[in-house]
């Protein structure tokens, strides 16, 4: 027999051999589809709860390009020039200057340490979205005002509306009213953070024409490479960060918990894998004097390994195609039905994306495969003489 004749002959008793059975085949189906559903829907919602997590992060606490201060220095020196030409430049939309700093604060016979967020209002609504993160009371307008994280407002069973003593790095303290309680969905922000006017910060802390770090949002941020070079030049500062980089940190996070989403996958690849191969090295122990006749009849051993071959293929082909859908409508279910985050204080939905059909097909489809190689070689080698007499 030919090459084709081989195939053929293979395909038709792989064919057959795998529907004589309809309710174990649905079994099998079954285990590959929901395996393989399982990795685009976990894979889709990782997606989008690190989309969400990112954009948070870059809504809150970045600018499209972040100029910080020369190496070895605390701050960045001669603010108002550098604000002066940023205004001037094209596809700057918005820049806003931070004073970081820390202390203590006091409320009613407790203290916590505190980070302090110091920052012009009017110039931080046009880059982030910090101030709107309020969950009580109202936002910054005067410059004896502060805002403290809902958790440092926990700890010191602090309200809005209430007086608390704020002790700067310097020594000096002073009484401030707490406007409202933030909860902006970004961790050091939420632990200890406290938002006030940088006029203030500066006056007591004995600063002028300095901050921490100057946000500077862009038209399109897909621009940030381009234009941190342009920023360094023309505002003569050595260290810019785009905000991939600010996200770096973010992204490292999101690998660690994706690789505990990939030991879930991998339980359903297993099950799935197991099933397959078992299923077919019984169908195989089942049929040893079958295939010595296959064989005693001139078949030879590389065609019978075909058609085991073929049954895990299609098994694979079939199950995969189930999965697929079921993993499409599942992540666009949820895309359609996002829930809201207490974390980072904002809504998450599931992510679609055509990859990762393509990435679950492969993995399931290799998984499934290998599983069945195993036992085809059994059947390929099956020696004719034992298979005949069941020996």
């Known amino acids: 027999m030919g090459l084709g004749s081989d195939i053929r002959t293979a395909f038709f008793f792989a064919r057959k051999d795998t529907l004589k059975n309809k309710r174990v085949f ?5 285990a590959i589809a929901f395996a393989t559903a399982n990795i685009i829907i976990i894979n889709g919602f990782m997606d989008g709860f690190s989309n969400s997590l990112m954009d948070v992060t870059l809504d809150i606490s970045s600018g499209h390009v972040n100029l910080y201060p020369k190496e070895n220095e605390r701050y960045i020196e001669g603010l108002g020039v550098k604000e002066l030409k940023l205004s001037g430049m094209e596809n700057v939309v918005a820049h806003s200057p931070r004073l970081y700093s820390s202390g203590t604060l006091s409320y009613k016979g407790k203290t916590k340490t505190v980070k302090i967020i110091a920052l012009d209002p009017e110039k931080e609504r046009d880059v982030t979205t910090i101030l709107g993160k309020i ?7 005067r410059e004896n ?3 403290i994280s809902y958790r440092l407002a926990e700890d010191l069973g602090a309200k809005a509306g209430g007086e608390a003593t704020l002790v700067f790095e310097n020594g000096r303290s002073k009484t401030y009213r707490i406007k ?8 050091d922000l939420d ?4 938002i006030m006017y940088m006029d203030e910060v500066n006056r007591i802390l004995g600063l002028s024409g300095k901050a921490s770090i100057i946000m500077v949002k862009l038209s399109d941020r897909e621009l940030a490479e381009e234009y941190s070079i342009i920023l360094k030049k023309e505002l003569e500062v050595t260290k810019v960060k785009v905000w991939k980089e600010e996200i770096e940190g973010i992204v490292g996070s999101m690998n660690t918990i994706k690789k505990m989403t990939d030991t879930v996958i991998a339980v359903g690849l297993f099950a799935a894998a197991v099933s397959v191969g078992v299923i077919i090295y019984v ?3 089942n049929r040893r004097r079958q295939i010595g006749i296959m064989k005693a009849i001139g078949m030879n051993g ?5 058609i085991y071959l073929m049954e895990a293929i299609f098994l694979a082909g ?6 697929d859908m079921l993993g499409y409508v599942g992540t666009k279910y949820l895309e359609t039905k996002p829930f809201y985050c207490p974390i980072i204080k904002d809504y998450i939905s599931a992510k679609f994306y055509t990859y990762l059909l393509y990435d679950a097909s492969i993995v399931s489809g290799a998984v499934v495969v290998l599983a069945g190689i195993y036992p085809a070689l059994i059947a390929g080698r099956t020696n004719i003489i034992k298979a005949i007499w069941g020996t």
Request: aromatic content about 2%; cysteine-free.
């Open 26 to 30: 649905a079994l099998i189906i079954i």
């Open 135 to 141: 969950t009580e009371g109202g936002t910054l307008t």
């Open 145 to 147: 005002e502060i805002l």
């Open 180 to 187: 409202g309680i933030t909860r902006t969905g970004v961790m």
């Open 191 to 194: 632990a200890s953070g406290v």
């Open 283 to 285: 169908n195989v122990i």
């Open 302 to 306: 590389s065609v019978i390994f075909t």
């Open 318 to 323: 079939i199950g995969i195609a189930v999965g």
